[in-house]
């Protein structure tokens, strides 16, 4: 499992992966657009914050890969504002990128 979450999530390492964690991408805060992109061919998971591209992304995944938004705190709330197919990627090469070999 992959998952990303806020700064306060598991002392700063926002992005983990099968119970390791990295603190390279930025913590997401309140009120920001994150987006997650899925490369199937490749099997990459790249995440973006406001717009920018993380560095650490996850490669080679190659099984079923589900989406999941778990809140916390009461009151809080997520809006999905696009679940879709690209025709083409929107993800890159950026400084210092990090492949998480799955």
């Not at 973006?48 to 890969?65: L, T």
Request: contains cysteine; neutral net charge.
């Amino acid at each position: 499992m992959v998952s990303y979450g806020m700064s306060t999530y598991a002392t700063m390492k926002c992005f983990h992966y099968e119970g390791n964690g990295t603190s390279e991408n930025i913590a997401n805060q309140d009120n920001q657009k994150i987006k997650v992109e899925y490369n199937s061919e490749k099997g990459n998971l790249v995440f973006f914050v406001d717009g920018v591209q993380q560095p650490v992304y996850a490669s080679g995944i190659n099984e079923k890969v589900r989406f999941i938004i778990y809140m916390y705190l009461a009151g809080s709330s997520c809006t999905i504002r696009s679940l879709k197919k690209l025709t083409s990627l929107t993800s890159g090469h950026v400084v210092n990128e990090l492949a998480i070999i799955w």
